[in-house]
């Protein structure tokens, strides 16, 4: 998620910090961020929250701390944890978000530009949209890195409960993680155990910087992974399960293909007494690839996302094992008290949902051959800049 809130100064503000107070007061077990990207220069949007320079304690940032401080607080101060989910797009940066300029490339494990369809039209809409990556040098991982390690220090420092590393969607980690996108023949590429190198140096650097009980989380793709990278995605699974992250979030898709925004069928309102468990938890975008999960890291504390609309679906997942926690995030964009409607047991479960409808997007979108157009309008304000973002 992100909430297009940080303004062109990339800093928290009182809308910010509001929407958090909010959230903190919702009944949430936890509340996860939107992104925070790690790198001024590299942004998912112009208005997403970043760390500006380089962060080298309280003593020498204090106006930075005080301002993160606040959503901490705004959030946790009604005993919510807060995580912070810290990200780097990689190549899916915006020309025109983030401060290196519109006609500098961004950065990627490989030299492999973001293309949304095999049409000219898709392909001219990439270019116009994405610049063009360049293969990073191992003096960007490393500056890469150190600002993954200064964000997750700064969060600390600001006292929230812990951050997630953003490995999903297409973003950098992910590009790391993924053989489509990265091509590497060094120590970083080759191997499902080599490209999992990156984040697992991030996590043991973050582990020397904060205190033990400091939360480190991680969030990976599940659908864009197909049968034959599966056992690759199972052994980073591993890597990461042995890096001791303290929780793993499954979700799935990126900017040419949004599965993450849904294009699945309505979840049915049936009780759970009229249907098996999988048609109740349908609504779970991402359910087998967790199911298996599970199986496989019995001790792993499991997040399953995407999709999950209904207090019927949510415990139907967690009656058949598939995940410890369930992730909501779009109706919590809507109704930041959604949980006192899931577990209020006054309610039956027909009534103990909520369902997005579709929002037409304008009329000239159709005439763009590329999924992602439309995707995620339920819950954006329709400005015109925003429509913007949503569609491309």
Not at 53 to 69: D, F
Not at 178 to 197: F, I, L, V
Not at 296 to 314: D, E, N, Q
Request: aromatic residues 8%; contains cysteine.
């Amino acid at each position: 998620m992100a909430e297009l809130l940080a303004g062109c100064q990339h800093t928290p503000n009182p809308d910010l910090t509001e929407v958090y107070n909010q959230w903190g007061q919702g009944g949430w077990g936890g509340v996860l961020t939107g992104n925070v990207q790690v790198d001024v220069n590299h942004l998912g949007t112009p208005f997403d929250p970043a760390l500006p320079a380089e962060y080298t304690g309280v003593e020498n940032n204090a106006t930075l701390v005080e301002a993160w401080s606040k959503i901490a607080h705004a959030c946790q101060q009604h005993g919510t944890p807060s995580i912070v989910q810290i990200c780097h797009p990689g190549r899916q940066s915006f020309r025109i978000a983030g401060n290196r300029g519109i006609f500098a490339s961004t950065i990627a494990p490989s030299a492999v530009p973001l293309v949304m369809g095999d049409g000219l039209i898709e392909r001219i809409i990439s270019w116009i949209t994405f610049p063009p990556p360049r293969e990073m040098t191992q003096a960007d991982i490393d500056s890469v890195t150190r600002l993954f390690v200064d964000t997750a220090r700064l969060m600390a420092d600001s006292g929230f409960s812990g951050v997630q590393l953003h490995g999903a969607h297409g973003y950098l980690i992910d590009q790391f993680l993924n053989p489509k996108t990265n091509h590497r023949t060094d120590a970083y590429g080759g191997s499902a155990e080599k490209r999992a190198k990156f984040i697992l140096d991030i996590i043991a650097a973050i582990r020397e910087t904060v205190s033990s009980s400091f939360c480190i989380g991680a969030k990976l793709n599940s659908a864009d992974h197909n049968s034959a990278s599966f056992e690759d995605t199972m052994t980073q699974i591993g890597l990461l399960v042995d890096a001791g992250i303290d929780f793993l979030e499954v979700s799935g898709g990126n900017y040419k293909d949004p599965r993450m925004m849904g294009n699945h069928s309505t979840p049915t309102t049936q009780t759970p007494e009229k249907k098996s468990a999988r048609t109740a938890a349908r609504e779970a975008f991402f359910l087998e690839f967790a199911t298996e999960t599970r199986k496989r890291f019995p001790s792993l504390v499991l997040m399953l996302t995407g999709g999950f609309r209904t207090r019927a679906g949510a415990e139907a997942a967690i009656a058949q094992d598939a995940c410890d926690l369930v992730g909501i995030g779009r109706p919590a964009a809507i109704d930041t008290r959604f949980p006192q409607l899931l577990l209020d047991e006054s309610l039956q479960d027909e009534e103990a949902q909520m369902q997005l409808g579709k929002v037409p997007a304008p009329f000239y979108t159709r005439l763009v051959p590329v999924k992602g157009v439309g995707a995620g309008l339920e819950t954006v304000c329709l400005s015109p800049l925003s429509i913007f973002l949503v569609l491309f």
